[in-house]
């Protein structure tokens, strides 16, 4: 079971917002940056958001971060056909002394 | 443009070792902590180990602690990771994750294409 909880699928046709829920506690998401990748089938994970709410660039502005206490969100607007892949929270865990991630969300365009 | 190149992995018997390595470039590798990241056939990532910029700070997944030992060597740009007395559900797609500072906290901002480690009879 992952330290970080995520909605194991989710789903919206192209043109739609949708959002991904991150949970945790506050060794890790309540007092440490959140990190959010992006999986397409086949391929390493590539970075989507940073501390929080940063974009690396490159990365569209339809996407971006939150985070609220011990939870985060990601939201993707406009929602595109290439945007079909499994979405992770990952965020640095003061008690196990190490990086976390969550059990990872496969997003499903309709 | 960074690049990250893992090598090493392959089938392996239960209780033998592998070495697996990965070959930086594209930014000044000492400037960047780095990490071993895996992934089981059809699972999520699993952080397995990471190493600060100048190997003063070493971290294991309880999984791995005590059978993998993680280094680097800043003069060649490459990261190690000696897996020993592997076993079965060790086999997974080992991926080397750059850091976007040079400690353990900052997490992953690069990943290389990754290595697949089998352990089986």
């Known amino acids: 079971q992952s330290v970080l909880t995520q909605p194991p699928s989710a789903s919206g046709t192209p043109g739609q917002r949708v959002t991904i829920s991150c949970s945790g506690s506050s060794s890790n998401i309540g007092s440490n940056y959140v990190y959010w990748y992006q999986q397409l089938p086949g391929t390493a994970p590539k970075l989507l958001i940073y501390r929080n709410n940063q974009r690396p660039s490159g990365v569209p502005d339809r996407f971006s971060g939150s985070k609220s206490g011990t939870s985060a969100s990601l939201a993707i607007s406009g929602l595109r056909s290439e945007d079909e892949a499994d979405y992770y929270c990952?965020?640095?865990?003061?008690?196990?002394?190490?990086?976390?991630f969550g059990g990872g969300t496969k997003l499903t365009v309709l | 443009e960074v690049q990250l190149v893992e090598s090493g992995g392959g089938l392996v018997q239960p209780g033998r070792s592998l070495r697996l390595s990965c070959a930086a470039s594209?930014?000044?590798?000492?400037?960047?902590?780095m990490h071993w990241v895996r992934q089981a056939p059809g699972k999520g990532l699993e952080w397995v180990s990471g190493?600060?910029?100048?190997?003063?700070?070493?971290g294991y997944a309880d999984s791995v602690k005590g059978r993998f030992t993680i280094s680097r060597d800043n003069a060649k740009n490459s990261l190690y990771l000696q897996m020993n007395s592997l076993r079965a559900e060790d086999t997974a797609l080992y991926y080397c994750?750059?850091?976007?500072?040079?400690?353990?906290?900052?997490?992953?901002?690069?990943w290389g294409q990754g290595t697949l480690v089998t352990v089986s009879s």
């Open positions: 994750a750059k850091s976007a500072g040079g400690f353990l906290e900052w997490l992953f901002d690069y």
């Open positions: 190493i600060s910029w100048n190997s003063g700070s070493i």
């Open positions: 990952a965020a640095w865990d003061d008690s196990l002394s190490g990086p976390r």
């Open positions: 594209g930014f000044t590798f000492d400037d960047y902590a």
